[in-house]
C-alpha cells in the first residue's frame, strides 16, 4: 500500500552564517509564546521545518543556543536604551523627556518580542541578563540626571540625598512605558511618550 504521508520538503542550503540568525529569530518567538524551557533542538527545528541535524550544525546543543539567544537580545536591548540615553542639555525640559520616552517605545515597537522575552519571561536566563541590563540604564540615568538637577537649582546635599529615589522612579516609569505598550493598542509610542514624559518631568521638577 503507498504511503499517504507527505515527503518533508528539503529545507534550502544555507550555510551557518546565515541559518544562524533564523534559528535564533525561532527560538525567540517560542521562547515568547511558550517560555524558554520550550525552546529545544527539536522545536526549533519544527518551527523552521527543518531536520534536527541543521540546528546542530549551527550549535552544538540547545544550552548554547539559548545562550547566543539571550546574548543577542541583550546587546539588543543596550544598543537600544544607550541610544535613547544620550548627552542633552543639563537644563532639560519636559521635551526631553517626552523625546527620550518616544525613542524608547519605538524601539519597543520595532522590535517588540525582544522585549517580550524582558517583560514576560519568568526564566533565570532572562532574569539575569535583564538585571545587567537595568543596572547599566540606571547607572547612565544617575550620570545624566545629576547636573540636571543642579542646574535646576537643588543643592548639592539634596542632589546627593534625592538622586537615586528620583532615578528609581525614572527608571521604573520607563518600564512601565513599555509593558503599558505591549500590553495592547490603547496607547501609540507618540502618546504615550507625551504623557509619560510630562508626568516624570513634572515630578522631578516638583523635588526641588
Not at 529569530?25 to 524551557?37: C, F, K, Q, T
Not at 526631553?96 to 519605538?106: C, M, Q, T
Request: glycine residues 4%; aromatic residues 8%.
Amino acid at each position: 500500500m503507498a504511503s499517504t504521508t507527505a515527503p518533508r520538503q528539503r529545507a534550502e542550503h544555507l550555510g551557518p552564517e546565515r541559518r544562524r540568525p533564523q534559528i535564533l529569530d525561532a527560538a525567540l518567538d517560542i521562547a515568547v509564546s511558550e517560555g524558554v524551557s520550550a525552546v529545544t533542538v527539536a522545536s526549533v527545528a519544527e518551527r523552521l521545518n527543518v531536520t534536527r541535524p541543521v540546528i546542530y550544525t549551527c550549535f552544538a546543543n540547545r544550552v548554547e543556543m539559548i545562550a547566543e539567544l539571550v546574548k543577542r537580545e541583550e546587546n539588543r536591548l543596550k544598543l537600544s536604551v544607550m541610544a535613547v540615553l544620550h548627552n542633552r542639555a543639563a537644563d532639560a525640559d519636559a521635551s526631553v523627556f517626552i523625546d527620550g520616552f518616544r525613542a524608547l517605545l519605538e524601539t519597543v515597537a520595532d522590535q517588540p518580542n525582544t522585549w517580550r522575552l524582558v517583560y514576560g519571561s519568568p526564566d533565570s536566563e532572562v532574569a539575569e541578563f535583564f538585571g545587567r541590563g537595568r543596572a547599566d540604564a540606571f547607572e547612565r540615568c544617575m550620570k545624566l540626571l545629576r547636573p540636571t538637577l543642579v542646574a535646576w537649582g537643588m543643592s548639592d546635599e539634596d542632589v546627593n540625598k534625592k538622586l537615586y529615589p528620583l532615578v528609581e522612579l525614572w527608571v521604573s516609569a520607563s518600564e512601565a512605558a513599555v509593558r503599558t505598550l505591549l500590553s495592547g493598542p490603547e496607547w501609540t509610542p507618540d502618546d504615550l511618550a507625551e504623557f509619560l514624559g510630562n508626568s516624570v518631568y513634572q515630578a522631578l521638577r516638583t523635588a526641588i
